[in-house]
């Protein structure tokens, strides 16, 4: 990883930032789930980090907003798919059929039976071997005499009179057989009309139009090169996004109307078009008490000239679609503290050299992109320096003792809270009751 010195570094990748040197409040806030979490996340490594849809939302927003000019070479957003693209099993399936409905005709075995018993019918049939010995003699008679072989003056016994039809009926065209499968009676064909069989062979054979989905892909590959499939569409658009992050249509869309309402909202824009706002520049520095290397990234610095406060402030999204609105900043107090946001803030403004501090939120949820600009007061950054002070003495001292406690210590005995308590009483006093 890349080590910067202390400083004010500007176009530092993001990648680059989160793999360099110094304990970023990140990391401080997984202090305060627990020095084992810490450990396990950020010294052995063995808690991966985990992405969450969140997350990654809230990475798209950040991007799109602060750094619209770095938005299209870190993301890709794909065309609307065309009408054309086919997409589905019976799209694939129709176009089979319309091929398949272009082929000639292929003789069925029935057809080609006919045509065998139509072939069989024009040849001269063999004679018969069985009957009496006038009919044999008859039959004999019949043959031409090439076939009647017996002399005159030798008895024509019934036997050599066989022997002579059979002799016959070996000279004859045989008669072809009928039954079988269709290439069975092609092969039969083929020993009379070869040219006809093999015009028939080469007709082609419809395709199926039942079977899997890779398999209707395939067919259609072959048969119509020209049309394009929606597997090939996305691999087109993957292969256009040149290493860039695909997002979907619809998370493009929410992040559009996301900036809208940013930019619509008086006191956001404020903050966000400031002609001296500067966005994801880099601090590193150390921690006076305990010499750790530290460092931050605001959203947000607005540098202005004395005696003006210079301006830090960070971008957050949230989902708080169903909270009453009498009952909003209360939430977002207790998002700022539970999520130790006023923790990060504090070490920005120390760290950076910042005057002032405001969180600027943003409602996630579609169709419902409220804005909320919340200023921290001198106490609650106070608090988050006391807090993240506090917790950069304990990864100090964890580092050179080796002990990185787990979050509970021990066996302890739990209490009632308030509301366990009045619900004892009331269960008391209704069992008195009872028995009155």
């Known amino acids: 990883p890349e080590y910067f010195e202390p400083g004010r570094y500007e176009g530092v990748p993001n990648d680059v930032y989160h793999s360099a040197n110094g304990i970023s409040s990140t990391m401080v806030k997984d202090a305060r789930i627990s020095l084992m979490y810490y450990h396990g996340r950020h010294v052995t490594r063995v808690i991966p980090r985990q992405d969450s849809q969140a997350f990654i939302l809230g990475r798209i927003i950040h991007s799109f907003v602060l750094e619209p000019e770095k938005f299209t070479t870190e993301y890709a957003v794909p065309a609307e798919m065309p009408k054309s693209v086919v997409s589905t099993t019976s799209d694939m399936v129709a176009l089979i059929k319309e091929y398949n409905a272009t082929l000639p005709a292929l003789m069925t075995p029935d057809e080609l039976k006919a045509w065998i018993e139509r072939y069989n019918s024009s040849l001269i049939p063999p004679l018969s071997l069985s009957g009496s010995a006038e009919e044999i003699a008859n039959l004999y008679m019949s043959l031409p005499g090439e076939f009647q072989r017996i002399p005159d003056d030798v008895k024509a016994t019934a036997t050599a009179m066989k022997s002579c039809i059979k002799e016959y009926n070996i000279s004859l065209p045989p008669m072809l057989k009928t039954s079988g499968t269709r290439d069975q009676l092609l092969d039969q064909i083929a020993t009379v009309r070869p040219e006809f069989a093999e015009q028939e062979r080469a007709k082609f054979i419809p395709y199926n139009v039942s079977g899997t989905k890779e398999q209707l892909t395939e067919i259609v ?216």
């Open 221 to 436: 590959r072959t048969i119509r090169p020209d049309v394009v499939l929606a597997d090939d569409w996305h691999r087109q658009q993957e292969e256009a996004s040149q290493g860039r992050t695909m997002i979907s249509l619809e998370m493009s869309g929410l992040v559009k109307n996301i900036n809208d309402a940013l930019q619509a909202d008086e006191d956001a824009a404020r903050l966000l078009n400031h002609p001296e706002r500067k966005s994801e520049v880099s601090y590193f520095g150390f921690d006076e008490e305990t010499g750790l290397e530290v460092r931050v990234r605001p959203d947000i610095e607005i540098r202005l000239p004395s005696p003006l406060d210079s301006i830090c402030a960070d971008l957050k999204t949230v989902s708080m679609g169903y909270v009453p609105q009498d009952r909003l900043k209360a939430r977002l107090h207790r998002e700022i503290i539970e999520r130790g946001y006023h923790i990060s803030a504090a070490m920005y403004c120390d760290v950076a050299a910042l005057d002032t501090f405001a969180w600027i939120f943003v409602n996630k949820d579609p169709g419902y992109h409220w804005v909320a600009v919340v200023w921290a007061p001198a106490e609650m950054l106070e608090l988050g320096r006391q807090e993240y002070r506090r917790l950069l003495r304990q990864i100090n001292e964890a580092t050179f003792s080796g002990y990185w406690p787990a979050p509970v210590a021990g066996q302890y005995v739990d209490e009632l809270n308030d509301y366990d308590i009045s619900r004892l009483d009331a269960l008391n006093k209704m069992s008195q009751e009872d028995f009155a």
